[in-house]
């Protein structure tokens, strides 16, 4: 069946600039997970839905940063005025049980 | 700062060999561990995983052991074969439901 899908694959923008990653969870996975990946690193978790609601954000690194699942299954990670830093690729996965997390491919952004 | 030209821990085998990947976790809280397995441009994939009421667990060429006392755990695959080079990271779960991961090793496997 279909895995966690993510787009675009690559996004370069310029410093400033806003954008927005989508993740497309596996279907009837409830839960989603949005991850950052710095070169030569682990994940490091910025949010987590279960439904419609995040029931975890404490990982976003700054008010810069938003995501909405308004409808329980595709999420959108949102970033406002973005900075050299922000560069990485972010990392989505879904669960159906909050054991096994399922991961998509990533989205490498590139903020020049 | 950034963390410019961070260099991974690297294990070099030997086709057919056994190889052992070690992790330290962080919080004696932790309830749960996985490790997973990350290609060049992919996201990470899920090898095998335990609960800390496990000190064991085997899969299909990989076992996983977790020993509580220090904080350990490892990942021995059997028989290691080229398509398992890969950076492995383990993860732990210890408040609710995301998981923070670990450094990462990069396996290298000669033929």
Same mark, same amino acid.
């Given at each position: ?112 | ?49 335990? =609960?800390?009421?496990?000190? +064991? ?5 990989? @076992?996983? /052991?977790?020993? #509580? ?23 732990? =779960?210890?408040?609710?439901? +995301? ?5 990462? @090793?990069? /396996?290298?496997? #000669?033929?």
């Amino acid at each position: 069946g279909a895995g966690v899908s993510q787009t675009p694959s690559n996004k370069v923008t310029e410093k400033g600039k806003y954008v927005e990653l989508r993740c497309d969870p596996i279907s009837g996975h409830t839960a989603l997970y949005w991850y950052r990946q710095s070169l030569g690193q682990g994940p490091e978790f910025l949010i987590y839905f279960q439904g419609t609601g995040a029931a975890d954000d404490s990982g976003l690194p700054n008010d810069r940063f938003f995501a909405v699942r308004p409808e329980g299954s595709v999420s959108t990670l949102k970033i406002q005025r973005t900075e050299r830093g922000d560069s990485a690729v972010y990392l989505c996965a879904s669960s159906s049980d909050g054991n096994e997390q399922f991961f998509g491919p990533g989205t490498r952004l590139t903020v020049l | 700062g950034e963390n410019v030209g961070l260099h991974l821990p690297t294990l070099s085998v030997q086709e057919g060999d056994n190889s052992i990947i070690n992790c330290a976790y962080s919080n004696s809280a932790s309830d749960y561990f996985i490790w997973y397995k990350q290609e060049s441009g992919k996201g990470p994939q899920f090898i095998i995983d335990i =609960r800390s009421n496990m000190d +064991k667990r085997q899969g299909q060429r990989v @076992t996983v /052991l977790l020993n #509580k006392t220090v904080k350990h755990l490892s990942l021995q695959i059997a028989a290691t074969q080229p398509g398992d080079s890969a950076v492995y990271f383990c993860a732990e =779960r210890n408040q609710g439901e +995301k998981l923070i991961f670990g450094q990462g @090793t990069e /396996l290298s496997v #000669k033929p």
